[in-house]
Structure formats: structure tokens, C-alpha cells
């Protein structure tokens, strides 16, 4: 295995779920080894939106418990993202708003780092 890895959804997906035992006990030794620090692994924030979505969506799961266990895995030591502030942040504005998940990362840049949202909708 590399030492470097990109995650894809599938692997998040069905580590959370369980719904593929084959699939699941892969992704267990991947995120064993991660959490062992035997391989760093990048989750790229379209990803975890993906994620969200199919959670949410296909799974039925409340944004509460998505939120709650995408946090969990996002402390894993070698398991980076490009801002996991912006990422916990839109965790949080997902679960206490109205919107998607997409619309809570906007929400986060603009709250964190003061970007203005340009959008035709509003």
C-alpha cells in the first residue's frame, strides 16, 4: 500500500455503514493504518460533500450523527483536508441551518475568512 492515499467517497461510505462486508473490512485496514500513522491520507473536500450528500440522502442518516462521526474521523491524526476548520465549521452551519452542505462550506469561508457569498438566488 502507498504511503500516501486519496480517499474516494466509497471508502468513507462504507465504512460508515457497514452496508458491504467485503468493502467494510477493506476500509477498516485502511483506516487502521491511518490511525497508526502507517499511511497519510487526504480527503478532499468535494469528497466529504459527496459523502454528506449519500449519507443524508440514499442512507437516511440525520445531519446530527453525519456531523457528529465525519468530525470524529476528520481528528484522525494522518487523515488531512485542505482546511479542517472551514470543514468543522460547515459541519456545525449543516446541522443548525437549513441548507446543504455545499451552501454550509460557503457559509464557513465567509465566516471564517471573511469571503463575500456572490450568488443570483438571493
Known amino acids: 500500500m502507498a504511503n500516501r492515499v486519496l480517499l474516494d467517497a466509497n471508502m468513507i461510505i462504507r465504512f460508515l455503514t457497514r452496508d458491504h462486508e467485503e468493502h467494510y473490512q477493506k476500509s477498516v485496514e485502511i483506516f487502521s493504518s491511518i490511525e497508526r500513522?502507517?499511511?497519510?491520507?487526504?480527503?478532499?473536500?468535494?469528497?466529504?460533500?459527496?459523502?454528506?450528500?449519500v449519507l443524508k440522502r440514499i442512507y437516511n442518516?440525520?445531519?446530527?450523527?453525519?456531523?457528529?462521526?465525519?468530525?470524529k474521523l476528520l481528528l484522525y491524526q494522518y487523515l488531512y483536508t485542505k482546511n479542517k476548520l472551514v470543514t468543522f465549521e460547515?459541519?456545525?452551519?449543516?446541522?443548525?441551518?437549513n441548507i446543504d452542505f455545499a451552501d454550509a462550506m460557503?457559509?464557513?469561508?465567509?465566516?471564517?475568512?471573511?469571503?463575500?457569498?456572490?450568488?443570483?438566488?438571493?
Not at 442518516?61 to 468530525?71: F, G, P, Q, V, W
Open 61 to 71: 442518516h440525520d445531519k446530527e450523527a453525519i456531523a457528529s462521526t465525519l468530525k
Open 90 to 97: 460547515a459541519l456545525d452551519i449543516y446541522v443548525k441551518d
Open 37 to 53: 500513522g502507517e499511511v497519510e491520507a487526504l480527503l478532499m473536500d468535494f469528497i466529504i460533500a459527496e459523502v454528506v450528500y
Open 106 to 122: 460557503l457559509g464557513a469561508k465567509q465566516r471564517l475568512e471573511g469571503f463575500e457569498i456572490v450568488s443570483c438566488s438571493h
